[in-house]
């Protein structure tokens, strides 16, 4: 099992660029979280999926949108990157309703410039 | 709004000291109470705790959650190197976690 992948691992961007951040998990994982992590803010959920075809806004979901067509995959887009969404980005899964354990990709590192 | 505050949020300590860290919380729907260690990459869980009283332990590592006071600690004893990291814990309820800032704790040798 590869777990939870992130794809790109790395990717600069130019001020109104768009691009789509992929999660995949094969551990057929119901739920799964998009999160940034910026120095000293800890960890913050942008928007996350409680199953394939539904989303839902978390704690900072503006500037990003969400899709989840397929239970394993995880796509986050930036329809205008701002200098402002610099950031790691994580992704993270967790089994089924009930288990609040998480399990964390290996984050993409996005810089706006 | 659900709120969990860590403390302190950097320490620097010798190997083989031991070390508290502090987490306190403000929720509704508590279900449960999470620490991961996040070293330059993507955070590994450590424990997770939901019944106030008991302690969980992992080699020197343990935590223990106080329900009634809303808050937990993780201790580390006999302290090494490959200790540093940033602990972070979190709390779960409505199918989320809600996480703190962290505390960096440095161990030198």
Same mark, same amino acid.
């Given at each position: 099992?590869?777990?939870?992948?992130?794809?790109?691992?790395?990717?600069?961007?130019?001020?109104?660029?768009?691009?789509?951040?992929?999660?995949?998990?094969?551990?057929?994982?119901?739920?799964?979280?998009?999160?940034?992590?910026?120095?000293?803010?800890?960890?913050?959920?942008?928007?996350?999926?409680?199953?394939?075809?539904?989303?839902?806004?978390?704690?900072?979901?503006?500037?990003?949108?969400?899709?989840?067509?397929?239970?394993?995959?995880?796509?986050?887009?930036?329809?205008?990157?701002?200098?402002?969404?610099?950031?790691?980005?994580?992704?993270?899964?967790t089994?089924?309703?009930?288990s609040d354990t998480q399990?964390?990709?290996?984050?993409?590192?996005?810089?706006?410039? | 709004?659900? =709120?969990?505050?860590?403390?302190?949020? $950097?320490?620097?300590?010798?190997?083989?000291?031991?070390?508290? #860290? %502090?987490?306190?919380?403000?929720v509704?729907n508590f279900r449960s109470l999470l620490?991961?260690?996040?070293?330059?990459?993507?955070?590994?869980?450590?424990?997770m705790?939901t019944?106030?009283?008991?302690? =969980?332990?992992?080699?020197?590592?343990? $935590?223990?959650?106080?329900?009634?006071?809303?808050?937990?600690? #993780? %201790?580390?004893?006999?302290?090494?190197?490959?200790?540093?990291?940033?602990?972070?814990?979190t709390q779960g309820s409505n199918y989320k976690l809600t996480?703190?800032?962290?505390?960096?704790?440095?161990?030198?040798?």
């Open positions: 099992n590869a777990g939870v992948t992130q794809t790109p691992k790395f990717r600069v961007l130019k001020t109104g660029q768009s691009m789509t951040l992929l999660c995949a998990q094969d551990m057929n994982h119901e739920y799964m979280y998009w999160y940034r992590q910026d120095p000293g803010m800890g960890l913050r959920l942008i928007h996350y999926s409680v199953g394939e075809g539904t989303t839902a806004k978390g704690e900072v979901p503006d500037g990003y949108n969400v899709s989840r067509l397929k239970k394993q995959n995880f796509l986050l887009g930036l329809e205008s990157a701002a200098p402002s969404q610099t950031s790691v980005y994580f992704c993270a899964s089994p089924f309703l009930g399990y964390f990709g290996p984050g993409t590192r996005l810089t706006v410039l | 709004e659900d =709120k969990v505050v860590q403390s302190p949020l $950097s320490l620097v300590v010798h190997e083989g000291d031991t070390v508290t #860290l %502090n987490c306190s919380y403000e509704t620490w991961y260690k996040q070293e330059k990459k993507a955070p590994t869980f450590l424990f705790l019944s106030s009283g008991i302690e =969980k332990k992992s080699g020197r590592l343990s $935590s223990i959650l106080d329900k009634k006071e809303l808050f937990s600690i #993780l %201790n580390i004893t006999a302290t090494q190197t490959g200790d540093s990291a940033v602990y972070l814990c996480f703190g800032k962290g505390t960096l704790l440095t161990v030198n040798p």
